[in-house]
């Protein structure tokens, strides 16, 4: 089976970062800037990170592999986990 090619145009619009979440810039950014408020034009300046669900569909695009976090544990399950290594190490 073939390799799965990345779609270029997807790949020039988004960028991926280190958690996996995939970040874009604000349309409109370009011209006509003088009609726009201050505020409208300050928000457009930084990148965005896409929602969830658009976010599957543009990392099928850019053959992302995308995954949920893992679970954070609560802080019981770590004092157990703790109290575990201390009794090994105290043996």
């Given at each position: ?14 960028k991926v970062t280190k958690k996996g979440k995939i ?69």
């Amino acid at each position: 089976m073939p390799k799965m090619k990345t779609h270029k145009g997807a790949a020039k619009r988004f960028k991926v970062t280190k958690k996996g979440k995939i970040k874009h810039f604000n349309a409109g950014h370009s011209h006509l800037m003088s009609t726009k408020s201050a505020k409208r034009k300050r928000k457009k300046r930084h990148a965005r990170v896409l929602s969830p669900s658009v976010a599957r569909n543009v990392a099928l695009l850019m053959g992302v592999r995308t995954k949920p976090p893992a679970p954070t544990p609560s802080q019981a399950q770590i004092r157990a986990a703790e109290q575990a290594t201390a009794k090994t190490e105290s043996r």
